[in-house]
C-alpha cells in the first residue's frame, strides 16, 4: 500500500529517518562512558524499545507503572520509572512487576520509601530505587546534598530495597533555545549533583548510576564525567519545537531527522487564502505550538479545532481538495499518546503498523 | 467503592450535576420552537447519547464518520456529521452508515456533491445534505447566498441525497467572554444565514431544518426564529473555558454546572509551595488553559509536563503527598478523548463506568 493511500488522520514513521536516529544516538556518544536508557514516554511502543535495546540500550524509562507494564509484557526485562508512584494500588503493582523484571523507581520523601519497602516485601521482590535530586527542573525532587543523602541511607538500611543511584533529569533545559542557555543549566545541575555525591560520601555511599538528559541537552551530561546513564527519548523521532533549539551557529539543531509525521486531507478549501484539514486538537497536541505543514512553502497551519485545522496559504502557495499533507507535530509525545498505531512506511510504502500498546497507560 | 478509591488519573463524572445539565438544556428553551441535536463530539460515549435523546433530542451531531459509526452501533439511529466528509473510503463508510440510520453530512464546495452521490447511488442509500454556511467562524462553509444556493441545487438535483438544510454553526462565538460579544457575532451569522435562504428561494428551494449553535450561544440561535435546531455538546460537563463566559451582570455564566473531573494524586510535595500530581499533557488539554483545582483555595495548577503537573501552594494552602483531588479541565472535549472510560459518581459512590467508545475515532 502507498502511503498516500492510508485515511487520515494517521500518524506516520518513516522508517529509514527513524532508523538513522535510532543509530545516530549510540554514535554520537563517541568514546563517552555512558550507557542509554532512552525514555520510552515519547512512543510508548514495544517495537521500539527493543529496537533501542538491540542498538546498546541497558532499558528503558516509562514514567507511569502502567507504561511499564505494557513494556515488560512486550519483552523488556529492565525499566526504570523515571519518577515518583504514590498510592496502595499503584505500589502493589510495581512491586509485582519488578518480579518479573529489573524495576527501578525514584524517590523525594521518607514517607514514600517506606510504603516501597513494605510493597517490595510483601511482593517478595526487591524495587532499585533512585533519589531524584532537583537539579534545576523545580517540579519533583529532593532537594541537593543532605536531603538527598537522608533519602538515600534511608533506602540503603532494610530490605526489599536496593538503592541503584541519582536521578537528576533538568527537563526545563531541554528546550532552550541557545546552546548557551542548555549548557548554562546543565552545569548547575551537575554541580547540583555534585554537592548530592559529596553528601552520600558524608554517609559512606555511593551511588551506581546517574541518570537524567533528554534529546537536548545529552551531550552535556555525557561529557560531564558525573552522569553515566541517559535517557533522552524524543530523538527517534523529532518535532516542530525540538526544530526551534539552535545549535552552536545559530541554525536548528539536526543531528536528528524528523520521522515522525501526521497524514491530513484537506477537507475543505472555501478561499484561495484557506484550506482546512481533518486534524485538530484530538490528533495532535498544541501544548509546544501548532504542527508545521512539510514540504509545502506558504502553507501554515494557522489554528486548530477539536477535529479539524485551518491552513493559511500564502500568495502563490496552493493545495487541492482531498490532498494528503505531512504535519510535523508541535510536540512529538503527547501527540504519539493519541493514537493507537503508527503507520511505519519506507520510501513510498507501508511496511508495517506498530501497536501503540501504552497509549493512554497513564495509571 | 468510594470515589476517592479511584485510582489516578480518572475521568470523573458527578451524575447528580450532568443529570441536572442534561434536563436544563430542553427547559431552558422554554417555547422556542426548536430542536435539539447535541454533540457527541463532546462525551463521544453512545451511553450519554440515548440519555439526551430519551430527553427529547433528535438525535446527535458527530464531527468524523467513524464517531457516527461508533454513534450508530451503540444505538442512536440519527447522526449529522456536522463538517465535509472528504475521499473515497470515508464516503463509502458514510454512505453504508446510511443504510442502518439516518445520516447527514455538510458540504461546502460542488465536487464534494458530486462524490457524496456516487457513494450514495453505490451504496443505495440516501444521505442528508446540508450546505455548510460560513456564518461568521472563517473555517470551513460555503460564503452566504447564491454560493450556498449553488450547492443546494447541485444537492436537490439528482438521486442519492436529500438537501437536509443549512448547517451555519459560529464556532469562536461560543468563547467570547461578553454577552455582547456573542450577541453582536450571532446576529451577523443570522443576517448571513437569511442572505443564504432569500438565495435559495430565487432558486425555488427551502431549507427544512437551519442547524447550529453551541453551548455559549444556542439561547441566541433559539430566540432568532431562523434557527430550527441547536448543537451545544458541552452543556452536560462544562470545563474552565467556559466558566470564563460571563453573564449579562459580568459573573460567569452558571447555567450549567460542573460535572466533569479529572482525579489526581499527590505523588510528589518537595517544599510546602510546590507540589505535583499525576496528571499531565496525556491526561488532560491544554489548549484552553491550565486546569483550575477544585474546592482548594490557594492551590493552583501552574503547568504541566507530559504525564505530571506542578501545583503551586499559596501561604496557608496545604495537601497532603497522597491526597487525591479533583481538577477542572481546561476544555472538556479534548480531555475526554484522552480516556477510555468516564467513572460516574453519585454523593462519593461510583455507580458505573461508561466507555467512551468513540475515544480516538478520528477517522
Not at 532537583?134 to 538500611?157: D, H
Request: hydrophobic share 40%; aromatic share 4%; glycine share 10%.
Amino acid at each position: 500500500m502507498s502511503v498516500h493511500e492510508v485515511d487520515t488522520p494517521a500518524l506516520l514513521l518513516n522508517l529509514d529517518a527513524f532508523e538513522r536516529n535510532l543509530a545516530r544516538l549510540p554514535r554520537s556518544l563517541g568514546g563517552a562512558k555512558v550507557r542509554l536508557r532512552p525514555h520510552a514516554k515519547s512512543h510508548k511502543c514495544p517495537e521500539i524499545a527493543k529496537r533501542q535495546i538491540a542498538l546498546g540500550a541497558v532499558g528503558v524509562c516509562c514514567q507511569k507503572v502502567s507504561e511499564a507494564e505494557a513494556m515488560v509484557r512486550g519483552g523488556v526485562r529492565n525499566v526504570l520509572i523515571a519518577n515518583e508512584v504514590v498510592g496502595g494500588p499503584k505500589l502493589a503493582r510495581l512491586a509485582a512487576l519488578a518480579r518479573e523484571a529489573q524495576v527501578g523507581v525514584c524517590v523525594d520523601a521518607l514517607p514514600n520509601v517506606a510504603d516501597l519497602r513494605a510493597a517490595a516485601q510483601s511482593a517478595g521482590s526487591t524495587i532499585d530505587v533512585y533519589v531524584e535530586v532537583n537539579c534545576g527542573g523545580n517540579r519533583c525532587g529532593a532537594e541537593p546534598g543532605e536531603p538527598v543523602a537522608a533519602l538515600a541511607r534511608a533506602i540503603a538500611e532494610g530490605g526489599g530495597l536496593r538503592f541503584g543511584g541519582l536521578h537528576a533529569y533538568q527537563g526545563p533545559a531541554q528546550h532552550k533555545r541557545t546552546p548557551e542557555e542548555r549548557a548554562d543549566l546543565i552545569k548547575q545541575a551537575v554541580a547540583k549533583v555534585e554537592e548530592s555525591l559529596a553528601a552520600l560520601k558524608r554517609s559512606g555511599l555511593t551511588a551506581e548510576i546517574i541518570t537524567g538528559a533528554g534529546t537536548g541537552t545529552y551531550p552535556l551530561e555525557a561529557a560531564s564525567r558525573v552522569y553515566n546513564e541517559l535517557q533522552p527519548g524524543s530523538y527517534i523521532f523529532m518535532d516542530a519545537d525540538y526544530g526551534r533549539n539552535l545549535g552552536a551557529d545559530a541554525k536548528p539543531v539536526h543531528e536528528f531527522e524528523q520521522s515522525l509525521f501526521i497524514l491530513a486531507t484537506v477537507m475543505s478549501h472555501p478561499t484561495p487564502q484557506r484550506a482546512v484539514v481533518d486534524v485538530g486538537l484530538k490528533a495532535h497536541s498544541v501544548d509546544s505550538g501548532m504542527p508545521l505543514v512539510h514540504g509545502l512553502p506558504g502553507v501554515t497551519y494557522l489554528k486548530a479545532a477539536d477535529e479539524h485545522g485551518v491552513l493559511t496559504l500564502a500568495d502563490g502557495a496552493t493545495v487541492k481538495l482531498g490532498q494528503k499533507i505531512k504535519l510535523v507535530p508541535g510536540h512529538c509525545d503527547p501527540t504519539v499518546n493519541l493514537y493507537d498505531w503508527m503507520v511505519c512506511y519506507r520510501g513510498d510504502r507501508v511496511e508495517a503498523l506498530w501497536p501503540i500498546t501504552a497509549r493512554g497507560a497513564f495509571y
